[in-house]
């Protein structure tokens, strides 16, 4: 996890933070444009989130969500003025690109394809997102509209010719979208926590809710690959995941609408 220490503006932070930031090492844990994240190294440690106005709402209702099934971080705070700005206890642990974790390739990609199995074999009947598929495919549709297609995303053998190529594949196969599990959203090694190899802890929650298994089954190889530098495991965590309940067709749609996501 990327820890730079700083100093922040404390005037642009509200004030309902400020006694969590009062005599603490304060370090930059960003790992994303989108929004910027601090961590308060003190109390067992804190991560205080920023980002635009009006789009932490969701991630906060699902943390708090999976904080009660004992799935993630507990949310201390939430505000938004100028900015959304979330406050979150740390999660023991480290997140799964820790070298420790790295450098057992096979285990890693064990436990991350049966966690995510149990996951979605979840009672998530009162989960505050029950249709994430619907936000999901919108979010497709606006940014082809917008021409954002970012075709650098696959590994060789899941890429597409071209935005039109990727855009036939949605438009004909959206309809077999499932909403039947409770999702990540963003399925990759650094959402998950483990404390010495015992799970720990998602985070990054806000894009999860209910939708189709295959979003995080294509996020988990996703991310396999890019941070193990190989694809050699995609198999490995398919069948550690369970092969009955993944259509391998799904996948690559999932990819086609993922290039737009």
Not at 15 to 43: G, N, Q
Not at 144 to 150: E, K, P
Not at 177 to 184: F, M, Q
Request: hydrophobic share 35%; aromatic share 12%.
């Amino acid at each position: 996890m990327k820890r730079t220490p700083i100093c922040p503006d404390w005037n642009t932070v509200p004030s309902e933070f400020h006694p969590f930031l009062k005599d603490a090492t304060l370090y930059d844990s960003s790992c994303s444009a989108d929004a910027r994240v601090i961590f308060i190294d003190r109390d067992g440690g804190y991560f205080l989130k920023s980002a635009p106005r009006g789009t932490l709402k969701t991630e906060a209702e699902l943390t708090r969500y999976f904080h009660s099934k004992g799935l993630g971080a507990e949310v201390l705070e939430s505000v938004s003025d100028e900015r959304d700005w979330m406050l979150s206890a740390r999660v023991p642990g480290e997140d799964c690109t820790d070298q420790a974790y790295l450098d057992q390739p096979e285990r890693l990609c064990d436990l991350l394809a049966t966690r995510l199995r149990a996951l979605h074999e979840m009672d998530a009947s009162d989960c505050p997102v029950p249709n994430r598929t619907e936000t999901y495919l919108a979010t497709v549709d606006h940014n082809y509209r917008n021409g954002i297609y970012d075709a650098s995303l696959f590994p060789d053998n899941w890429g597409y010719a071209s935005a039109e190529e990727a855009w036939r594949v949605v438009c004909e196969n959206r309809a077999y979208l499932k909403t039947d599990v409770l999702l990540h959203g963003d399925y990759c090694l650094p959402n998950v926590i483990l404390d010495d190899w015992r799970f720990s802890g998602f985070i990054d929650l806000g894009n999860g809710g209910i939708g189709d298994r295959h979003i995080d089954l294509f996020w988990g190889m996703w991310t396999l690959n890019f941070n193990l530098k190989t694809d050699r495991y995609r198999e490995r965590f398919l069948d550690a995941y369970g092969r009955d309940s993944v259509e391998p067709d799904m996948l690559r749609v999932i990819a086609a609408m993922e290039v737009f996501g």
